[in-house]
C-alpha cells in the first residue's frame, strides 16, 4: 500500500538553528499539508500546498515557517530559527483530491525536540 | 464556527468486548468529511473509518464501524471485540466545506484495552 515517508523520525536540534524536515508524500498524490502536535495536545494544521504555491495556512505558520517542494517527490517544511515552543510531532500528508469527503494519508511522523 | 467535541478523555474496555467512543461537532455546512484516525504510542496517525455527511448508510470497515447521526451531529467510533492492541488514542476529525483543504481535529481519546 503507497504511503507517505517522513525523515528523519526524531530531529534534536539547538534553539535558534534552523531545521528542515522531510516528506516524500505518495506520488500520484496533488495536495500536500503539513500539521503539528504538542505533545499531549490535539493536531493542528499547518499548511496546505497544492500547484507549487500554499493553498492555506493557519495562524500557527508565521513567517519562521516555510514549504517547498523542491523536486518532483519531496515536500519539506523549514523552520527557520527554532524556539522551545517548536517541539512536537510534525505529520506531512498527501491526498489526491481536494473535496470534503477525501482524506489523507500521514506519514509516521518526525519528533522535533528544541532544547 | 467549525468545532470538534471529544468528551471521553480517557476510555477503559475489557479485551472482547466493544467499545463505544463518542464524537460531537458543530457545523451549519451541509457538506463535511468524518473521519477517525488511531494513534499509537509510536506516533503515527493510522486512517480507520470515513463518513460523508449525505451517505445514508453508516460506515463500517472491519470491526470499526462508525454510529452516524446527522440530526445529532455525533458520529462516534464503535469497536467491536476490543484487542489489547486497540490500546491507542483515537481522533475524530472532520473536512468542512467552508474550511478548505484542512483537517480539524477532536482533542481525542485515550482508550485502554484490559486483559
Known amino acids: 500500500e503507497p504511503e507517505v515517508t517522513q525523515t528523519p523520525s526524531h530531529q534534536v536540534t539547538q534553539m535558534g538553528q534552523e531545521v528542515i524536515l522531510r516528506c516524500v508524500p505518495i506520488s500520484n498524490h496533488l495536495y500536500f499539508y503539513w500539521y503539528r502536535q504538542i505533545l499531549g495536545q490535539k493536531v493542528e494544521f499547518l499548511v496546505s500546498?497544492?500547484?507549487?504555491?500554499?493553498?492555506?495556512k493557519s495562524e500557527i505558520f508565521d513567517d519562521q515557517f516555510s514549504v517547498e517542494r523542491p523536486d518532483g517527490s519531496n515536500f519539506t517544511l523549514k523552520i527557520r530559527s527554532t524556539k522551545l515552543e517548536d517541539s512536537a510531532m510534525y505529520f506531512c500528508?498527501?491526498?489526491?483530491?481536494?473535496?470534503?469527503?477525501?482524506?489523507?494519508?500521514f506519514g509516521s511522523g518526525t519528533r522535533l525536540t528544541v532544547v | 464556527a467549525q468545532k470538534i467535541t471529544q468528551t471521553q478523555p480517557g476510555m477503559f474496555v475489557q479485551e472482547k468486548e466493544a467499545v463505544t467512543l463518542d464524537c460531537t461537532y458543530d457545523t451549519s455546512d451541509q457538506s463535511y468529511g468524518l473521519f477517525w484516525y488511531k494513534q499509537p504510542s509510536s506516533g503515527e496517525m493510522i486512517f480507520l473509518i470515513y463518513?460523508?455527511?449525505?451517505?445514508?448508510q453508516n460506515a463500517t470497515e472491519g470491526r470499526y464501524s462508525l454510529n452516524f447521526q446527522k440530526a445529532r451531529k455525533s458520529a462516534n467510533l464503535v469497536i467491536s471485540a476490543s484487542q489489547l492492541g486497540d490500546s491507542a488514542m483515537y481522533f475524530c476529525a472532520m473536512r468542512f466545506e467552508t474550511s478548505g483543504s484542512r483537517l480539524t481535529f477532536g482533542e481525542g481519546t485515550q482508550l485502554t484495552v484490559n486483559p
Open positions: 463518513q460523508g455527511s449525505y451517505d445514508e
Open positions: 500546498f497544492y500547484n507549487n504555491e500554499i493553498s492555506e
Open positions: 500528508a498527501s491526498s489526491e483530491w481536494d473535496t470534503p469527503n477525501y482524506g489523507y494519508t
